[in-house]
């Protein structure tokens, strides 16, 4: 892992694509992006709004992005290119389109994530599941964690078919030491669930009755009657438990050492002792009480309710800048809090209406954004300053590339010449025609304009028509300009 190359509260305005492309490898926590979903619409926030303004066409054609990466998709990521190609026979262009540009943009996100890093992508029904298709060939199929299903409206009324009330977040780890705080993240249940889950009252609180015993027959003492209950000639045996949660709760609230005590009927002994035993008027077996008071509550879902997500904002809501697509705090909130930690990078490529933002900085997390309407910085300082007041500086706003640190220091490009020489056996890259090396000039396979480094993996030798010719185009781009 490598350290970030851009500081704390960073916003870059911008094409996101080429700003990733200059971020150090391995230097980002958490990943959130809420990308165009190629739903045919446009977007627009109404007057008045705090994000007035801004607006989006999601509607996705092959003269909307660079065409030339999907050739380029061949070689870096064959299998991101299959999906791509496959889409093109079963949806079309536009869709196809779409994926191009989302792809080009994973394998870079794929690369800036750490090896604990997670990344939540964030869409509706539409693309869906060609996203999910293309997410398993850039981060690995074995990543995938979730398809969490947000519930982002009570009812819709959309003709002809059921109403779409549901968006889709896609949640994949880089490895499979990934941050995971979802035991920190549980939901306390509510009043009406805790009276249903726990029936029955005592002096101590509400309960339920949980088995002590196990499923099937047991040779020992977990097999031995105790207190007149046979437990083997029901089937079964007895399992008082020693380990896990609520042993830990019965040790620290009602029976000190509880969990060094080893032998099954001596515990459960001590558990009857201290009132902990329901023993039935009816039945085969007694039952462990099990309190309300331990329930640590719901522990994360895979579909997510309120109170973290309905879309359904009124104009009065603080929270509301104006603008149809924005996404709840609380969603954003729940998301970090359980796949990062207090002074963990936080990253959000299209950031818009800064609510990832927003998120990372009350939970005092390091983040930056990208997006490419300059409106963003607006959205940000404005909605950081609703929560830090006027002395919230602002957000560091980078309007140039970053240049990676991670590569090491670099001799001049040029010195490769020799050895580009040699490896290419003085053939041009362009017209595979061989010249002698006075004629040959290094050049860059993605140029620096466009995020490409000095590093030899984007260097090559080409003749100096090919290099004139070339210009400041990818090598793809000009191959194919010079098909046309």
């Known amino acids: 892992m490598t350290q970030a190359n851009f500081t704390n509260r960073t916003v870059w305005v911008g094409d996101n694509l080429h700003i990733m492309r200059g971020i150090n490898s391995a230097c980002i926590d958490l990943i959130y992006l809420d990308p165009p979903f190629n739903s045919n619409q446009d977007y627009a926030a109404p007057i008045g709004s705090i994000a007035a303004g801004a607006a ?20 870096r990521n064959p299998a991101a290119y299959t999906v791509i190609e496959a889409t093109r026979h079963t949806h079309g262009k536009s869709m196809m389109s779409y994926l191009i540009m989302m792809a080009v943009r994973l394998i ?11 990344i939540y992508l964030h869409c509706d029904d539409t693309a869906a599941h060609y996203l999910k298709l293309l997410m398993d060939a850039v981060f690995g199929a074995k990543n995938y964690r ?3 299903v947000w519930r982002r409206a009570t009812s819709h009324n959309d003709p002809g078919r059921y109403g779409r009330i549901c968006d889709h977040i896609f949640y994949y780890v880089k490895s499979d030491e990934a941050t995971w705080n979802g035991g920190k993240a549980r939901q306390a249940r509510s009043a009406e669930s805790l009276e249903k889950a726990y029936p029955s009252q005592d002096e101590r609180g509400r309960y339920r009755s949980g088995d002590l015993t ?5 040779d020992g003492e977990s097999g031995m009657p105790w207190k007149g209950y046979d437990v083997s000639a029901m089937g079964r045996h007895w399992s008082a438990p020693r380990t896990g949660t609520y042993a830990a709760y019965i040790e620290e609230h009602f029976i000190p050492g509880y969990r060094s005590i080893e032998g099954v009927h001596e515990r459960l002994e001590a558990l009857d002792a201290a009132g902990l035993i329901h023993h039935p008027k009816r039945g085969r077996w007694p039952g462990l009480k099990r309190y ?3 329930d640590a509550g719901t522990p994360p879902q895979n579909l997510i309710l309120n109170p973290i997500g309905f879309t359904n904002y009124s104009a009065s809501s603080k929270e509301y800048t104006g603008f149809k697509t924005q996404k709840r705090v609380a969603l954003l909130e729940h998301f970090i809090k359980i796949s990062s930690n207090p002074g963990d990078t936080v ?7 800064a609510t990832t933002m927003v998120a990372a900085d009350r939970l005092e997390r390091v983040w930056a954004g990208i997006d490419i309407s300059p409106l963003t910085i607006k959205l940000v300082n404005a909605r950081i300053r609703e929560d830090r007041g006027a002395l919230w500086g602002g957000a560091n706003v980078v309007d140039s590339l970053p240049k990676r640190t991670d590569l090491g220091v670099l001799p001049n490009y040029r010195t490769h010449r020799h050895r580009l020489y ?3 056996e003085g053939v041009c890259v362009g017209c595979d025609s061989h010249f002698p090396f006075r004629v040959m000039e290094v050049d860059h396979i993605l140029p620096k304009s466009r995020g490409g480094t000095d590093h030899l993996e984007n260097l090559q030798l080409l003749c100096s028509y090919c290099n004139r010719s070339k210009g400041n185009k990818t090598m793809a781009e000009w191959r194919a300009s010079q098909t046309d």
Do not use: Y
Request: proline share 4%; glycine share 10%; hydrophobic share 35%.
């Open 56 to 75: 989006f066409k999601d509607t996705w054609t092959l003269s909307d992005i660079d065409v030339h990466e999907h050739g380029e998709l061949a070689d």
């Open 108 to 118: 870079e996100m794929e690369r800036i994530l750490k090896p604990t890093g997670s």
């Open 146 to 148: 979730n398809n969490i």
């Open 214 to 218: 196990g499923a099937n027959v047991s």
């Open 292 to 294: 309300a008071d331990a």
């Open 347 to 353: 990253f959000d490529p299209f950031c818009g209406c």
């Open 422 to 424: 040699g490896e290419q």
